[in-house]
Every structure is written in structure tokens, then in C-alpha cells.
């Protein structure tokens, strides 16, 4: 048996299997992991790719998260927050392009307190009970996620990074807390959210051991979303001379995370789109179901920069939903825009 068999059917992958996996260049074990893993996808979802609705609140963020361009010590970053009237305006612009899931994301901005998220997110749940409303702003007390689910948020989205504790020390300054990171996500699925972790790949000082660890937090929290992208190494933060992660384990790891977790949402993300052209394409042939076309205010665009030369800054919201559709399409797969919920 194939280790690709092995992992399809065990739904389990030792370290052994992972570091295997990672090191080959055999050509036709890649393809019979692409295409297992994409057997896996449509055996559960079908052709469909879920669309979400991107809207960015806020460039401003107190964290100082060592690969991060938005981190609080980037004096060159500019910062930005929508109005309410401005993230209702990309509510109603998303609705009428057919999203039916709007992601709110953001740095962790103290201007977004509680009040005043829960009047928008109760806002939105009023306007369009047809819509899954996800969030994506960091940790939060518990009472803070309570509040924004009752108001009605179904979905966040909180990375966890890396499931080193040593590992997390190295990509966070001392003050942020890899227990903390974790207690949220656990604080997150009592409450009931849809929970989403994840993690860069290639992310400075990452090993096949805290890559392992990542599977292992993954198959322990069960989340309905896992998120990974390419680590891009980013100016004017501390590791912008470090190399980029490699497109090539990031599509490895998304087909391994679709063997191990069938049913999960998994998105092709932007900075996979931003290191390789087709980036989301292949995302999407090795498993992959989600994207994530942006709604944000074309004025404010650049400014959510979190890593250098993100695609989709230019393009207006139809634009860029637009684009999303033909570049699927063209490789056979088929969008959709309704809720997308999880499958159990
Ligand atoms: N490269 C790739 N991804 C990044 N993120 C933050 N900075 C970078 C970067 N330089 C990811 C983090 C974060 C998410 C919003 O973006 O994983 O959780
Ligand atoms: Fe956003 Fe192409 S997907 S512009």
C-alpha cells in the first residue's frame, strides 16, 4: 500500500509518512496525492468551491507578530478602519454579487470593541438572515465571542499559527501567549461557533516536528475550516530577509489535511495565489474547496497589507468575484455563493 493509500484510509499520518511526503520530487507519488486528495474533495463536496465574501475592517492592530506587515512596530504601515456605513455598503455590494457568507477580518483593533462589533454584526444578521456571518479579528475574552455569537456570528477565524509553544515563541513577541491562542479556539467551538485554525507554511524556523505537531492540534480540535497559506516573507518587518515557504509543500499539506479531514473547508488562499500565479488553481487541484474573493473598499485595498505583493488589491469587488469564477471554471470546477456550511 501506497503511504497516500495508507493516510486515505487510516486517516492518520505519522511523522515518518509527513517528512516523506514533504522531501519527495517523485513526480507521479505528487500526482497520486493531487489526486487523491482531490477525490476526497469532490467525494464530499462535489465540483462546487465555496466563494466567501472578504471585507478587511482594520489595518491597525496592537499585536507586533514577528512576520506580520500589519504588526503595531511597522511605522510604514498604512492604517485604515472602515465606518459602519462603509462595511454595510460591502454587505450590500456582496449580496448583490450573491455572497452569502461575508468574512469580517481585521487586526486586533481595540476601536472594534465589543459594542460596537456587535452593533454591526446584529446589523448584518438583521439585513441578511440568509447569510453566514464568520469573523476573523483575533483573540477575544470569552465573554467578547459569547457576545458577538448571540448578536450572531456563526463563524471565526482564528489561525492558530504553530502548535509549538517553543515555535510560537519565536514568531510572537513575549507577551502573546501560545496557551491563550489556544484556549480561544477551544472558548470558540464550547460556544458554538464554526471554528477555523491554521497555519503559514515555511514559516521561519517551522520543522517537520512542529508540522506534525500542527496535524496533531488539527485532528485534535476537529475545526470545520483549517486556513495555511505560504509564509511571504514581508519589508519592514524582522523577517523580511527570511525565504518565502514554498508552494510546493503548501499544496502537499493541503492534500494531506483533505485525506485526513474530509469534510473540511479548506481555502486556496491569497498568499498562495501571491507567491505563484495560479497558485489558487493548484490550491484547488490538491484539494482545496474555498476562496475568498475580496469585498473591501478599492480606497483601502493596499493598506491591509499583512505580507508584500497581495494579489486582488486593484480589483473592484465584481472585478474580483469575476476573476474568482473564470479562473475555477477554466479548470473545471464550478463556484458557488450560498452559505456553504460545514458537512458533517
Ligand atoms: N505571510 C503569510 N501569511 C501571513 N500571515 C500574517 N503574516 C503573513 C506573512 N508574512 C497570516 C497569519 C495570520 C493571517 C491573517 O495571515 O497566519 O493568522
Ligand atoms: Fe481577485 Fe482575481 S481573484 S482579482
Not at 453566514?132 to 467578547?144: D, H, K, P, Q, W
Not at 524582522?238 to 525565504?243: N, R, V
Not at 508584500?308 to 468575484?321: F, L, Q, S, V
Request: hydrophobic share 35%; charged share 25%; aromatic share 8%.
Amino acid at each position: 500500500m501506497s503511504i497516500v493509500d495508507h493516510i486515505r484510509t487510516e486517516r492518520d499520518i505519522s511523522r515518518e509518512e509527513l517528512e516523506a511526503i514533504l522531501a519527495t520530487d517523485d513526480k507521479d507519488s505528487i500526482e497520486e496525492l493531487r489526486s487523491q486528495a482531490r477525490e476526497v474533495a469532490t467525494s464530499v463536496y462535489g465540483n462546487k468551491i465555496f466563494m466567501r465574501g472578504l471585507i478587511e475592517l482594520s489595518s491597525h492592530c496592537k499585536n507586533d507578530c514577528l512576520y506580520c506587515g500589519l504588526r503595531r512596530s511597522n511605522t510604514n504601515a498604512s492604517r485604515y478602519r472602515l465606518t459602519d456605513d462603509e462595511i454595510f455598503q460591502c454587505c450590500a455590494t456582496g449580496y448583490r454579487l450573491g455572497f452569502r457568507t461575508f468574512v469580517m477580518q481585521g487586526g486586533e483593533d481595540g476601536w472594534f470593541d465589543d459594542k460596537r462589533m456587535c452593533r454591526i454584526v446584529s446589523t448584518i444578521r438583521q439585513q441578511y438572515p440568509d447569510c453566514a456571518i464568520t469573523l476573523s479579528l483575533g483573540e477575544r475574552s470569552r465573554e467578547s465571542y459569547q457576545a458577538l455569537f448571540d448578536a450572531g456570528a456563526n463563524r471565526y477565524l482564528l489561525r492558530h499559527e504553530t502548535a509549538s509553544p517553543e515555535h510560537y515563541a519565536r514568531l510572537h513577541p513575549s507577551e502573546m501567549s501560545w496557551q491563550n491562542r489556544i484556549d480561544c479556539l477551544w472558548t470558540l467551538k464550547e460556544i458554538g461557533y464554526q471554528v477555523g485554525c491554521g497555519f503559514m507554511v515555511g514559516s521561519p524556523f517551522q520543522t517537520i516536528d512542529t508540522l506534525y505537531a500542527d496535524l496533531q492540534f488539527i485532528r485534535e480540535l476537529q475545526p470545520q475550516m483549517v486556513g495555511i497559506g505560504p509564509f511571504v516573507a514581508t519589508a519592514n518587518t524582522p523577517f523580511e530577509g527570511y525565504p518565502n515557504g514554498k508552494v510546493s509543500d503548501t499544496l502537499r499539506l493541503l492534500a494531506i489535511i483533505r485525506l485526513l479531514h474530509p469534510h473540511v473547508l479548506l481555502p486556496a488562499t491569497t498568499a498562495l495565489g501571491t507567491l505563484h500565479p495560479r497558485g489558487r488553481e493548484l490550491g484547488i487541484q490538491f484539494g482545496a474547496n474555498v476562496v475568498m474573493p475580496n469585498l473591501s473598499p478599492i480606497a483601502h485595498r493596499k493598506d491591509y497589507a499583512i505580507y508584500d505583493n497581495k494579489i486582488c488589491t486593484g480589483e473592484e469587488a465584481a472585478e474580483c468575484r469575476a476573476c474568482t469564477e473564470q479562473r475555477i471554471k477554466k479548470i473545471g470546477f464550478e463556484t458557488v455563493v450560498d452559505r456553504g456550511d460545514y458537512k458533517a
